[in-house]
Structures are given as structure tokens and as C-alpha cells.
């Protein structure tokens, strides 16, 4: 299998981003760390240099829904490592409110960063991997895309649900034409981050530590679609696909 030495992530300030980094830094990868706290991002840099010697960490400060910022980003970090291998796009917002009761500005803040943001970050990557002729797109999805989600939930599942097609999108597109990148859609389930910090308890949810486990196993596998961690997700994930829209909604 390939080795994907030099790896850029995003949303890496905190959370699955910031978790991830460590991981990678810990199996030895170069990292293109950006987000929009570049303070914690500095603080994390030094951290990773000084346990880990012998890896490059480059950091750059970017707002996802800055589309012009993520193409002079992603080509920045391009110039600083030589080359990327792999692209994980991992920033996104959690926050939404019931469709119709006066909140559309958090729900398109959300559908823009999950959605929109996304789609530029997706379009900066494989713009480098098809001048490269090689890479690795991973997209942070989410188990919401399986259904349309209830209240709060409504806007972050949907904008989700269409990152999720846009990746399979994106390697269909590689598949039919025989191009050698590799897309990998991730759908984490709860586990443990500053986003989920306020959400209800819930027996299903996971430490951040196992979660990420999960997630830097199943991108180096580089399959084209994993529910992290597996169990419980991926039988649950089968049965928000196949259960009733109310039973599925009543458990959400």
C-alpha cells in the first residue's frame, strides 16, 4: 500500500482535526495544519516538532468560507512540503435550529461550511492531484448523512448527505476515467470533541481517542466509504437506512 507521507488537514486547531494530526505525527507524516486559530495551531506545531523530530509541520491560518483563501492555502502547502499525498477535509460546523422558526442564518452558516467550503476544499485538492497524477481525498461525513435528521439536526444532516455524494461523485469520476486518486468518504458516528461537548448523553458515544483510532485506520485502508468506529456504526448504519423515517427520527 502507499505510504501518504505528506498529509494536509483542515479544521486541525481542535477536535477530530487537531486528534488526527497527532496521529499522523506519531506514524511518522510530514502535516499542512491549517484552521482559523492559528495560536493553537503554532502551540500544536511545537508539540508535534519536539515528540516527533523528524517529521515537517507547516501550519497556515484559513477560513473555509474564504473559497479564494482555500485555493492560495492548499497550493501554499504545496509549495512548503513539495507535493501533497493526501487532503482530509475535515472542518465543519454543528450548529443548526428546526427549519421554519426563525433561524436560517445558522442553518446557512452551516449548509455553507459543510456543504459549500467543503466543495472548495474538494476542488483545491483534486485540482493539485490531477496536476500530481496522484493522491488521496478523504472527506469527513457524518452518520446524519444516512437519513434526513429531525430539529436541530435537519441542516447538518442534509449538508452533509451532499458531501457525501460529492466525494462519490469525485471517485466515480476517477474510476471511469482510470485516474490514480483515491477517494475515501468517512461517516463518524458520536464521539467525543468540542463540538459534541453540549449534546445529550448518549451510551452511544465514543472517546475522541477511539474515535480517531478508528478514523486514521480506516483512511490508511483508503476504502472508498468507512462508518467509524464499526461497532456500533456500521449495523447501525443499516438500520437508519432500512427502519421507518419515525423510528429512526425518535432514537436521533
Same mark, same amino acid.
Given at each position: ?21 497527532? #496521529?499522523?505525527?506519531?506514524?511518522? &507524516?510530514? @502535516?499542512?495544519?491549517? !484552521?482559523?486559530?492559528?495560536?493553537? +495551531?503554532?502551540? *500544536?506545531? /511545537? ?97 446524519? #448523512?444516512?437519513?434526513?435528521?429531525? &430539529?436541530? @439536526?435537519?441542516?447538518? !444532516?442534509?449538508?452533509?448527505?451532499? +458531501?457525501?455524494? *460529492?466525494? /462519490? ?84
Amino acid at each position: 500500500m502507499t505510504v501518504r507521507k505528506k498529509i494536509l488537514i483542515t479544521g486541525a486547531s481542535s477536535g477530530l482535526g487537531e486528534g488526527m494530526a497527532r #496521529a499522523f505525527a506519531a506514524r511518522g &507524516r510530514d @502535516l499542512a495544519l491549517c !484552521a482559523r486559530r492559528t495560536d493553537r +495551531l503554532h502551540v *500544536l506545531r /511545537e508539540e508535534l516538532l519536539a515528540t516527533h523530530p523528524g517529521i515537517k509541520v507547516t501550519v497556515r491560518e484559513l477560513d473555509v468560507n474564504d473559497h479564494d483563501q482555500v485555493f492560495e492555502v492548499f497550493r501554499g502547502f504545496r509549495t512548503d512540503l513539495g507535493g501533497l499525498d493526501r487532503v482530509i477535509v475535515n472542518a465543519g460546523l454543528g450548529k443548526g435550529q428546526p427549519i421554519g422558526t426563525g433561524r436560517f442564518d445558522a442553518n446557512l452558516q452551516t449548509a455553507q461550511t459543510n456543504f459549500t467550503a467543503a466543495l472548495a476544499q474538494c476542488e483545491a485538492a483534486m485540482e493539485i492531484f490531477r496536476d500530481q497524477r496522484a493522491g488521496h481525498l478523504v472527506v469527513i461525513s457524518s452518520m446524519s #448523512a444516512m437519513r434526513g435528521m429531525p &430539529r436541530n @439536526l435537519t441542516t447538518y !444532516a442534509a449538508s452533509k448527505a451532499g +458531501l457525501s455524494a *460529492l466525494a /462519490e461523485g469525485i471517485r466515480a469520476e476517477m474510476a471511469a476515467t482510470r485516474t490514480p486518486i483515491a477517494v475515501t468518504t468517512l461517516h463518524p458516528g458520536y464521539i467525543a470533541t468540542d463540538l459534541s461537548a453540549g449534546a445529550a448523553k448518549t451510551p452511544l458515544m465514543t472517546s475522541s481517542e477511539k474515535g480517531v483510532r478508528a478514523m486514521v485506520k480506516a483512511i490508511e485502508r483508503e476504502g472508498a466509504d468507512a462508518k467509524v468506529p464499526a461497532w456500533p456504526w456500521v449495523p447501525v448504519g443499516f438500520l437508519m437506512r432500512h427502519l421507518p423515517l419515525r423510528l429512526v427520527t425518535k432514537a436521533s
